[in-house]
């Protein structure tokens, strides 16, 4: 069984900075997929930052490119995310998945998640 504790989300002002973690436990290989998605009232969750195939391949959405760096320490099993120059667009919440790779891709369909972290940026 896998669990996923997120934390690390607050209210910052825009042009601030976060540091979001996720605290994997349970059988997680290092071939996983780790990802941090988003997700706003009224829209849909969409993926911000993965990591993958024991981090050699990264995955950013265009509008955090520059901005957000994933990281991963295998070695406590936690997720990073860090967020510098937030606007208030990236208001969400924020969640942390892990699901096993379906080869090279990582579908996230019936991945474990964490139950969130809220980041709000005024």
């Not at 996983?32 to 969750?45: L, S, V």
């Not at 937030?86 to 998640?113: H, I, N």
Request: net charge neutral; with cysteine.
């Amino acid at each position: 069984h896998v669990q996923l504790v997120e934390s690390g989300g607050a209210s910052v002002q825009a042009g601030g900075s976060l540091r979001l973690s996720c605290a994997a436990s349970g059988n997680i290989a290092s071939s996983y997929c780790m990802g941090w998605f988003r997700q706003a009232p009224g829209k849909e969750r969409e993926g911000v930052a993965a990591i993958y195939i024991g981090g050699s391949s990264i995955f950013y959405v265009d509008s955090v490119k520059g901005r957000f760096t994933i990281s991963q320490d295998n070695a406590n099993g936690t997720l990073y995310l860090q967020m510098h120059s937030l606007k208030p667009e990236d208001t969400a919440m924020y969640y942390c998945g892990a699901v096993q790779p379906d080869g090279s891709v990582c579908r996230w369909t019936g991945a474990y998640w964490g139950q969130g972290t809220q980041v709000t940026v005024s």
